[in-house]
């Protein structure tokens, strides 16, 4: 996401770095590029207005222009200013404190609202809580199979009647069925249209009243823009919402929408889809995507997928095989299974600062992933633990059960034995005039 925007701001940027002074028409062109940038981003162009004057003010100042490194001062203030365009700080979800909390889904047919409603459901239950999904989308057949089928995937209840047609009456219901069988959040999957109609808001009105949700979410496709932008602008109007979730982030290179869209209906945005499945949905941080969208990384976002990914007692573990030299092709195995696990390859990359950049034009290939663990796969327990009894019968035995080659088969086997040459230095020892070993290269580009 943002990866258009954030090139054409790098490269920007990249001018000033270095410089040791700064005029201010200098700053200007900086700002005109800056403005050209966002609005080829999709950014509303009244935010973009708005915040070319915050930053110019900020920028023409004597701190700025007499400072040593004028270049840096002002990527500094166009971050500050790109966390406040984007809402300030994070905001979560408001919990009721009397359960069951209650959150309204609402937006179009098509925005993703009820694979979103499950995925919040999944977030919500990997905290702890007590999650239940109700299929108040009544216009749609397909949409209560649809959220049934997720329910069952994420192990959520779904409440549902093929017979009832009003949704408030089931909405009402579904408040007693959560009480009664102890769920500490409700979140209603409401109907949607392809576009906003009297029909539409009567309907979500209705269930608004009878239910008194704690949240009202409206969830848009990030993808259609200002689009997104001005629908939710009007679904604020009409029956007011509390806060806003973007989908399909991963698939919006430009960010207008998600630049736009605080500043415009004054509603934070809360969360954000970034993949299809169901646990790619990422609280939004203003100051996190900030930081990506400038090229600074994302350690903090990185930290956390590790920690849902990788326990305590896993890291021990991988730490005493370290120590004890008994890191087999097994575990190796289990390691690349919990890095897929935390989302998309690239994704994860351009959360490291700095590497984002260095691999902006390199292609990933996540089916070597798959690749590896066929191979491994093939092996017996005993050839997993001690690789080095692959002869060259094994080998052709291990390629032939993989739908693999040979040199598939050696290339593996010449990095495990890399990494199990770095894991041994890691201990304490060095390599030549003390420097560490390079990482054997195990990625999948």
Same mark, same amino acid.
């Given at each position: 996401?943002?990866?258009?925007?954030?090139?054409?701001?790098?490269?920007?940027?990249?001018?000033?770095?270095?410089?040791?002074?700064?005029?201010?028409?200098?700053? @200007?062109?900086?700002?005109?590029?800056?403005?050209?940038?966002?609005?080829?981003?999709?950014?509303?162009?009244?935010?973009?207005?708005?915040?070319?004057?915050?930053?110019?003010?900020?920028?023409?100042?004597?701190?700025?222009?007499?400072?040593?490194?004028?270049?840096?001062?002002?990527?500094?203030?166009?971050?500050?200013?790109?966390?406040?365009?984007?809402?300030?700080?994070?905001?979560?979800?408001?919990?009721?404190?009397?359960?069951?909390?209650?959150?309204?889904?609402?937006?179009?047919?098509?925005?993703?609202?009820?694979?979103?409603?499950?995925?919040?459901?999944?977030?919500?239950?990997?905290?702890?809580?007590?999650?239940?999904?109700?299929?108040?989308?009544?216009?749609?057949?397909?949409?209560? @199979?649809?959220?049934?089928?997720?329910?069952?995937?994420?192990?959520?209840?779904?409440?549902? /009647?093929?017979?009832?047609?009003?949704?408030?009456?089931?909405?009402?219901? /579904?408040?007693?069925?959560?009480?009664?069988?102890?769920?500490?959040?409700?979140?209603?999957?409401?109907?949607?249209?392809?576009?906003? @109609?009297?029909?539409?808001?009567?309907?979500?009105?209705?269930? %608004?009243?009878?239910?008194?949700?704690?949240?009202?979410?409206?969830?848009?496709?990030?993808?259609?823009?200002?689009?997104?932008?001005?629908?939710?602008?009007?679904? #604020?109007?009409?029956?007011?919402?509390?806060?806003?979730?973007?989908?399909?982030?991963?698939? @919006?290179?430009?960010?207008?929408?998600?630049?736009?869209? %605080?500043?415009?209906?004054?509603?934070?945005?809360?969360?954000?889809?970034?993949?299809?499945?169901?646990?790619?949905?990422?609280?939004?941080?203003?100051?996190?995507?900030?930081?990506?969208?400038?090229?600074?990384?994302?350690?903090?976002?990185?930290?956390?997928?590790?920690?849902?990914?990788?326990?305590?007692?896993?890291?021990?573990?991988?730490?005493?095989?370290?120590?004890?030299?008994?890191?087999?092709?097994?575990?190796?195995?289990?390691?690349?299974?919990?890095?897929?696990?935390?989302?998309?390859?690239?994704?994860?990359?351009?959360?490291?600062?700095?590497?984002?950049?260095?691999?902006?034009?390199?292609?990933?290939?996540?089916?070597?992933?798959?690749?590896?663990?066929?191979?491994?796969?093939?092996?017996?327990?005993?050839?997993?633990? #001690?690789?080095?009894?692959? #002869?060259?019968? %094994?080998?052709?035995?291990?390629?032939?059960?993989?739908?693999?080659?040979?040199?598939?088969? #050696?290339?593996?086997?010449?990095?495990?034995?890399?990494?199990?040459?770095?894991?041994?230095?890691?201990?304490?020892?060095?390599?030549?005039?003390?420097?560490?070993?390079?990482?054997?290269?195990?990625?999948?580009?």
């Amino acid at each position: 996401m943002f990866d258009s925007l954030s090139e054409r701001l790098d490269g920007i940027f990249r001018k000033l770095r270095g410089r040791g002074y700064l005029k201010e028409e200098d700053i @200007d062109t900086v700002l005109r590029e800056i403005r050209l940038s966002l609005l080829e981003a999709d950014v509303n162009f009244r935010v973009v207005k708005e915040f070319i004057a915050r930053i110019r003010e900020k920028a023409i100042g004597a701190e700025v222009l007499k400072s040593l490194t004028p270049g840096q001062q002002v990527v500094k203030i166009v971050h500050e200013e790109l966390i406040n365009l984007l809402g300030g700080t994070a905001e979560k979800i408001q919990l009721s404190p009397n359960p069951p909390t209650i959150i309204m889904m609402v937006g179009l047919h098509g925005s993703g609202k009820t694979t979103t409603s499950a995925k919040l459901a999944h977030h919500f239950k990997k905290q702890g809580r007590r999650p239940m999904l109700v299929a108040a989308d009544l216009q749609r057949p397909a949409a209560i @199979d649809q959220l049934v089928t997720l329910g069952g995937q994420i192990d959520v209840p779904v409440f549902h /009647s093929r017979e009832e047609k009003d949704p408030v009456t089931l909405s009402q219901a /579904s408040i007693s069925e959560a009480k009664k069988t102890a769920m500490d959040i409700l979140i209603l999957d409401t109907a949607g249209r392809l576009h906003i @109609d009297d029909e539409l808001m009567s309907q979500l009105s209705g269930i %608004r009243d009878a239910v008194t949700p704690s949240e009202i979410l409206f969830v848009a496709d990030a993808m259609t823009g200002q689009d997104a932008v001005n629908i939710a602008r009007s679904f #604020n109007e009409q029956i007011g919402i509390d806060g806003i979730i973007l989908t399909k982030m991963d698939g @919006d290179a430009r960010g207008g929408a998600a630049l736009s869209v %605080r500043h415009v209906t004054g509603k934070p945005i809360k969360f954000i889809g970034v993949g299809e499945k169901i646990e790619m949905l990422e609280p939004f941080h203003p100051d996190r995507i900030a930081s990506r969208i400038l090229g600074m990384g994302d350690v903090l976002s990185l930290i956390e997928k590790a920690q849902e990914t990788v326990t305590e007692e896993d890291a021990l573990r991988l730490q005493r095989k370290i120590i004890e030299e008994s890191f087999t092709l097994e575990d190796l195995k289990e390691q690349l299974k919990k890095i897929r696990s935390m989302g998309p390859l690239e994704n994860i990359l351009s959360m490291i600062p700095g590497l984002g950049k260095q691999l902006k034009n390199v292609q990933v290939d996540e089916k070597e992933f798959t690749k590896v663990e066929a191979i491994i796969n093939s092996m017996t327990p005993r050839e997993r633990r #001690n690789p080095h009894i692959l #002869n060259g019968s %094994r080998k052709k035995r291990v390629a032939r059960g993989s739908g693999t080659s040979i040199t598939d088969v #050696n290339r593996l086997l010449k990095q495990y034995k890399e990494m199990k040459r770095m894991m041994k230095m890691l201990k304490g020892k060095k390599g030549k005039k003390g420097k560490m070993p390079r990482l054997p290269n195990i990625m999948p580009f």
